[in-house]
C-alpha cells in the first residue's frame, strides 16, 4: 500500500533539511585497501544509484583481487545508514516491505532453513538475529515445537514481534553491543541475509561465538557474489541491493573466517537459499527506472496529476512482462540451483568447545 500524500508531505521538510547538506556527509573515506584481508588490489565491480528508494547518491562496490572480497567503498557511516534504511522498513513503506517476508511469500523458504539445522540438533532456544517483524520463528516453531524463539533487529520491526506472538524476547540494538549480555544464553542462532548489512561482519561472528553455548550452532544465509546472474544482470541483480548491502562474502572466506574463530562447519547448500527473483527484480527494477517519479519526502514536490497518472498507467502496462520474468524464474529454478548461477548459500557451523 501507498502512503498517504500528507504522511509524506509531513516528512518532507526534515529530509530536504538533511540533503541540503548534502551526501558526502554519508560516506567514510574510500578504501585502498580490501577489509577482509588488507591487499591494496582493487578493481571497481559496480556502481549505481539507490535504485528502491530513489535516495540521492552514489554507490560504488569494489572488489579485492586478491581474496575476491568485495564491498561498499566508500562506506556508509552510521548516520548515512540511518538516512538509507529510513522508511524502507518501518515508517513510510514499513507495511509494504513487511508483506515480502510474511509467512505466505516466505514461508516454505522459512521451513527449508529450519528443517536443515534440525538435521543437526534440536535447539531448546534459538536467536533470530536480523528477525525483523519475527516471521521466521513463527514459521520454525512448526518444525521444532519444543524450541523457544527469540528474535533480535534495530528496529520497532522486533518489538512488534514480540506483540504479535512470533517471538518470547525481543532484543533490540546491535548484536555486538549486546552479546556480553547474552554470553552463552543460546545452542542456535540464525543470521538470514544479515552479514551483508553489517559494517564488520567479522565482529558479527565474534559476537555470535560469545551467544552461542559450545556445542551450539550458527546458521547463515547470505547473497552469493560468485553468482554467474551477478555478472550477467550487473546493477540490475537484485543482491546488490545498494546502498544497504556493504559486503559479499565469497563462500570460501566464510568458511576459513569461521574456523579462525572456532568454528566447525558442518553444512554448505547452494541450492535451497536460492530465490528465483533474478529476472523479475531487474525487469521491475529497470522499468521503475523509466516511471516518473513517485511522491517521496526526499524530493522537493510531489509529482502533479498528470504524472501520477502516467505513472499508474506505465505500471499496468509493464505487468504482463514481470509476469512473464516471473514464470521464466520459476521455469528454470531447478537448473539454476544446480548451477553457478544460484544466487544465494547457507553455511551451518558449530562452535567449537572452549580450550
Known amino acids: ?7 509524506v ?8 533539511t538533511e540533503l541540503a ?29 539507490d535504485l528502491f528508494q530513489g535516495k540521492p547518491g552514489t554507490f560504488v562496490v569494489d572488489q ?29 513503506n514499513g507495511g509494504s516491505v513487511e508483506s515480502l517476508f510474511d509467512v505466505k511469500s516466505s514461508g516454505g523458504r522459512y521451513r ?45 520491526s522486533v518489538e512488534e514481534g514480540r506483540r504479535a506472538g512470533r517471538i518470547e524476547e525481543a532484543h533490540r540494538g546491535r548484536l555486538v553491543d549486546l552479546a556480553p549480555g547474552l554470553e552463552g544464553r543460546y545452542d542456535a542462532m540464525s543470521m538470514f541475509h544479515y552479514l551483508e548489512h553489517s559494517l564488520d561482519p567479522r565482529q558479527e561472528l565474534k559476537a555470535a561465538h560469545r551467544v552461542l553455548r559450545p556445542g551450539g550452532h550458527l546458521m547463515i544465509e547470505v547473497p552469493d557474489p560468485e553468482s554467474r546472474f551477478s555478472s550477467l544482470l550487473g546493477k540490475w541483480w537484485l543482491p546488490y541491493f545498494q546502498p544497504q548491502h556493504l559486503h559479499f562474502i565469497t563462500l570460501g572466506n566464510l568458511r576459513t573466517e569461521l574456523r579462525a574463530l572456532g568454528y566447525t562447519v558442518v553444512a554448505v547448500d547452494r541450492r535451497e537459499p536460492h530465490q528465483p527473483v533474478d529476472l523479475t527484480a531487474a525487469y521491475m527494477m529497470l522499468a521503475s527506472q523509466l516511471l516518473p517519479d513517485e511522491d517521496a519526502p526526499w524530493r522537493t514536490k510531489a509529482p502533479t496529476a498528470l504524472k501520477r497518472g ?24 531447478p537448473l539454476v540451483r544446480r548451477s553457478r548461477f544460484s544466487n544465494a548459500y547457507r553455511v ?5 568447545p572452549d580450550a
Request: proline fraction near 7%; aromatic fraction near 10%; glycine fraction near 6%.
Open 112 to 156: 527449508s532453513s529450519a528443517r536443515a539445522l534440525a538435521a543437526h540438533l534440536e535447539p531448546e532456544s534459538w536467536l533470530d538475529v536480523g528477525t525483523s517483524h519475527g516471521h521466521f520463528p513463527a514459521v520454525a516453531k512448526e518444525v521444532l515445537p519444543y524450541t523457544a524463539f527469540d528474535g533480535l533487529d534495530m528496529g520497532e
Open 64 to 92: 579485492c583481487r586478491s581474496c575476491g572480497h568485495s564491498f561498499q567503498n566508500p562506506c556508509l557511516t552510521p548516520e548515512g545508514l540511518d538516512f538509507y534504511y529510513r522508511d524502507f522498513y518501518d515508517g513510510l
Open 1 to 7: 500500500m501507498a502512503p498517504s500524500a500528507q504522511a
Open 348 to 352: 551451518i557451523a558449530r562452535r567449537d
Open 21 to 49: 547538506q548534502g551526501t558526502e556527509r554519508f560516506h567514510e573515506p574510500r578504501r585502498t585497501d580490501c577489509p577482509w584481508c588488507g591487499a591494496a588490489r582493487l578493481r571497481t565491480r559496480l556502481r549505481t544509484t
Open 310 to 333: 502516467v505513472r499508474k498507467a506505465v505500471m499496468l502496462a509493464s505487468l504482463p512482462g514481470a509476469v512473464a520474468c516471473w514464470l521464466v524464474d520459476q521455469l528454470i529454478s
Open 9 to 16: 508531505a509531513e516528512r518532507r521538510p526534515a529530509y530536504l
